[in-house]
């Protein structure tokens, strides 16, 4: 059973910036961020496979050129840098881990481990 750790949420102005980190207790393969406001569902932010040098990339409509993800596959390690915050991006941040897997995926169900998520605030 996969364990997965955030950290790095907050609270910050419109604009700015914070990175989000997500520790695993052992090698994973497809990782995702994924976010839920109040009142809302669960969705995808951006996800990152463990192939090659940074991994195949994917990420949302809404968060393309602010947010990048990248792993770490020595330290089984996944991060969320995200720039030009805006008040919609506040939500609960969750990181996740699919079973054994090459090909990306942005669907939820795909995605078996889940940490215990991290708030991040965006004021405006």
Not at 56 to 80: E, P, Q
Request: hydrophobic content about 30%; some cysteine.
């Amino acid at each position: 059973q996969v364990q997965l750790v955030e950290s790095g949420g907050g609270l910050v102005q419109a604009g700015g910036s914070l990175r989000l980190s997500c520790a695993a207790s052992e090698r994973t393969y497809v990782m995702g961020w994924f976010r839920q406001a109040p009142g809302k569902e669960r969705e995808f932010v951006a996800t990152v496979n463990w192939r090659g040098r940074g991994g195949t990339t994917a990420y949302a409509d809404s968060v393309k050129g602010r947010f990048t993800i990248s792993r770490n596959n020595a330290k089984n390690t996944v991060s969320l840098q995200m720039n030009n915050l805006k008040p919609e991006d506040t939500a609960v941040y969750y990181c996740a881990a699919t079973p054994p897997r090459e090909v990306l995926t942005t669907t939820l169900s795909d995605y078996h481990y889940w940490g215990q998520g991290t708030q991040v605030t965006v004021s405006s």
